[in-house]
């Protein structure tokens, strides 16, 4: 299933995308929670009641009717890894890790698949990364490499848009990483049964229709599931965790000359099977100031 939050008529509901058609679950399985997190958190009950609504509902709503918004609005965490693609560690200059690079993107950095990037105030050294996003479906930790399939819930495509001069100011990355709508995700939560392989999925960026990056999922050096384990060593995945897996080569800062995003850009990410996200790069609105 394709697993989509949305907004019509004002209402921001679930629903299960099928071709251009959206079903609303609030609508056609009225006991299901109507949040994403907590659709997860309530298990293989609620996807069978979902693909249940998808066979029986009389009504859909055109997909272009409604306004797709981020899968999770406000995923716990979104996990980031660094230089887990030779390319890309080759064009930085850089030695392959050892162990996965991570980071955190802030999770009021999510936005929708379709809205803007802001190009913000304090810096213009503005940066793409296509990757594949996993989604965590339940509260697992220290799970082995070879069940790590058992706690995806399913796949998204995820732009881990940097702020190239605020993430080498210091090792963590953290501050350049974490930009308000610097986390384009979706456009929905393609379930991992409909995943057969993810690490065999073409990948591919293009910055105004120019191709920047073209690669796939088996490049990776740490795959998604190796990234479960490691990452669940340490402390407790959670239903709705991102794990965004990094990104190949061909970003802008690593071209002769260096090409940066500039307000008026167009920025579409594609990974196979799981569709496409598109952002067009704006200014910074003068209103995103709250004191």
């Known amino acids: 299933m394709k697993l989509a939050t949305f907004t019509t008529s004002g209402a921001v509901r679930i ?56 899968p999770l609005l406000r995923p716990p965490k979104i996990l980031a890894i660094g230089l887990n693609y ?30 803007p990037i802001h190009l913000p105030r304090a810096s213009h050294v503005l940066d793409y990364e296509g990757e594949l996003g996993c989604v965590i479906g339940r509260h697992c930790r220290h ?17 881990d848009v940097s702020v190239r001069d605020w993430q ?44 920047r990056q073209d690669s796939n999922t088996k490049e990776l050096i740490f795959d998604c599931f190796e990234l479960v384990e490691h990452l669940s060593t340490a402390f407790t995945l959670e239903p709705g965790d991102v794990i965004s897996t990094g990104t190949p080569g061909g970003v802008g800062i690593a071209m002769k000359p260096p090409k940066f995003l500039v307000a008026g850009d167009v920025v579409r990410i ?22």
């Open 168 to 211: 080498l100011r210091t090792p963590t990355m953290t501050m350049g990483k974490s930009w308000d709508t610097h986390c384009p995700m979706g456009p929905w939560i393609t379930t991992a049964d409909e995943v057969e392989e993810p690490h065999g999925l073409g990948l591919r960026t293009w910055v105004d229709g120019e191709l």
């Open 86 to 115: 030779a390319d890309h560690v080759k064009e930085t200059g850089r030695e392959p890790p050892e162990v996965p690079v991570v980071f955190n993107k802030q999770s009021t950095a999510a936005t929708g698949p379709y809205d």
């Open 15 to 70: 629903g299960v995308v099928v071709g251009e058609e959206v079903v609303d679950l609030e609508a056609h399985a009225p006991g299901l929670p109507t949040e994403m997190i907590a659709f997860l958190e309530a298990g293989s009950d609620a996807l069978q009641a979902a693909q249940r609504a998808v066979t029986t509902a009389g009504s859909r709503i055109p997909l272009d009717e409604v306004k797709l918004e981020a």
């Open 143 to 159: 799970v082995p490499r070879e069940r790590a399939h058992e706690v995806i819930a399913g796949y998204l495509i995820v732009n």
């Open 270 to 291: 594609e990974i196979a099977s799981l569709g496409q996200i598109e952002n067009p790069v704006i200014a910074e609105p003068e209103d995103t100031a709250r004191i």
